[in-house]
């Protein structure tokens, strides 16, 4: 296991990693684990030098693996893999030094909660950190910031915050957020408005008139266009009419009552 950690260390050192081999490379060493078996720590137990070791390098190939996964746009590998390294991180934080990424990954899973807007999970993560870290972790803080403008509907400053972010790690989660925010502006807009300009619409969305993403949101949520060239939302606000089977019900009440009676 050595060895493999070893050469993905020196790899995933490079300044352009090929992403392919260290893949391959994560795979060995998770194989490499499952055969030796994971580390049994007791909770109240000292651990010894090589268990040590052990649980360093685990948690090291966690964190590759996790911006692995981002810069590969496994999302699914991410939440895996994040959730394992959260295990070093609070249930082996008394035999192991301090991460120094920690507060990043951790800013990273909040980031991902809130693109995905899966808002319960999001403050239960919150609850395992201080209050004091939350305040002025520059790799925690901006999330917050940015959990604030979506639960009040300020989605313009989610779209400006994108530039602001602490790592470049974050950039395709803020896209995600970005995303989630447009749709939010998207349905904000067709309950508030009958009609609407292109050009006010491609505005309020953060979006080029006309362009390629303007093109496929209009696409996705049926936006259709009037004699003038607007957005026409009158479409959308009526709701098709639903037929009452009068009949069936009558036949159903009739057969219940007469069922009552033999009962009586």
Known sequence: MSNIYKELKSEWSKASPNLAHCGQLLNSLKLEMV???YVDVEDEGEV??????????????????????????????FERYMTQLKM???????????SQQMHKFMGLHLLYLLATNRIADFHIELERLPSALLLQNP????????ENYFMEGRYNKILQAKKSMP??????????????AREEIASCMEKSYGKIAQ?????RLGLKPGGHEMQALVKKRKWTLDEDGNFNYADLHMRQK???????IAVHTLTYAQELEKIV
């Open 88 to 98: 070093y991180y609070f249930d082996y934080d008394k035999h192991l030094d301090s």
């Open 242 to 248: 639903e037929k009452v089977p009068a009949k069936d």
């Open 48 to 77: 010894n030098p090589q268990q040590k070791q052990e649980l360093q390098r685990s948690r090291d190939m966690l964190e590759i693996a996790i911006e692995h996964s981002i810069k590969v746009k496994d999302n699914a590998a």
């Open 139 to 146: 790799f925690i803080s901006p999330v917050l910031a940015l």
């Open 35 to 37: 055969r030796s078996g």
């Open 167 to 180: 790592s470049e790690l974050y950039a395709d989660f803020m896209d995600l957020l970005v995303s989630t």
């Open 199 to 203: 050009k006010q619409a491609a505005l």
